[in-house]
């Protein structure tokens, strides 16, 4: 193995370590870490060692780490990033949890995820919250399939995690099936999602569109698969329409 090739196989590992906490855990020993990726616990250690230098990782308690500072504040800056579009699309979220009681989120995709931006959480007991911060990949999640649906379909691939990773029965791991599903999203100018992520969980999402007409986030409403009925979803789909015009409008 020649230098060059050496230091991309480090920075690999290195990002792979990262790239761990896009997951629901928050913290990981070094032995989990070793068993996640199969990389030795010496070489684990060493990486740990550099990370926590530079303020992406931390220590949490004995023997466990989290995300560093450093990382926190760039999510921040990412956040303050989308001002402008959290700021219009706000009072449309507010009249759409208002309407219906659930969850509203809006999403962007940064390189492979969709990230949440700005969320209301629902007044039911009983609800489906994506908070804001959360990352998911981009085929799984109605958002997430809105946000693919914005590129050409020849950058798809570029983008996707392959192999596809499964969260539950529902979620498409096929590439041919996921291809057919985005275009007829595209197709239909909206998408559903039925426990891809999250078992008895379902959204209807939409694309926001800029002033240049361009597809830059996606709308969307989350709820338990007991009160998302179809007739619902229906009705949601409206909604959210609506709201994605008026958002449109604002953003001119």
């Excluded at 989990?32 to 740990?48: A, C, G, M, N």
């Excluded at 466990?64 to 699309?89: C, F, H, P, Q």
């Excluded at 559903?192 to 800029?210: F, H």
Aim: hydrophobic residues 40%; aromatic residues 4%; proline residues 3%.
């Amino acid at each position: 193995m020649n230098d060059e090739t050496a230091k991309s196989s480090v920075i690999h590992k290195v990002l792979d370590i990262l790239l761990l906490f896009q997951n629901q855990q928050e913290q990981y020993s070094a032995e989990e870490i070793s068993q996640h990726l199969d990389i030795p616990k010496s070489t684990v250690y060493r990486y740990i060692r550099i990370l926590h230098e530079k303020g992406l990782l931390e220590k949490v308690g004995s023997a466990e780490y989290g995300l560093g500072a450093v990382l926190i504040e760039m999510g921040r800056k990412t956040l303050a990033s989308n001002r402008e579009m959290r700021l219009v699309a706000l009072p449309s979220m507010k009249r759409l949890a208002e309407a219906t009681g659930e969850s509203v989120s809006l999403m962007r995709r940064y390189n492979h995820r969709a990230v949440c931006v700005e969320s209301i959480e629902g007044r039911h007991a009983l609800r489906v919250t994506i908070e804001r911060g959360r990352t998911q990949p981009l085929h799984a999640g109605a958002s997430s399939i809105i946000l693919l649906a914005a590129l050409p379909e020849d950058q798809w691939d570029e983008v996707l995690d392959v192999p596809l990773e499964r969260f539950t029965n529902a979620t498409i791991t096929d590439l041919g099936e996921l291809r057919a599903h985005v275009r007829d999203v595209i197709d239909q100018g909206y998408a559903i999602s039925d426990g891809e992520i999250d078992v008895g969980a379902r959204a209807i999402a939409v694309p926001l569109r800029d002033h240049r007409n361009e597809i830059v986030a996606a709308l969307s409403i989350e709820a338990p698969a007991s009160r998302m009925t179809n007739e619902v979803i229906l009705h949601y789909i409206d909604m959210l329409k609506h709201e994605a015009r008026t958002i449109h409008h604002e953003l001119h």
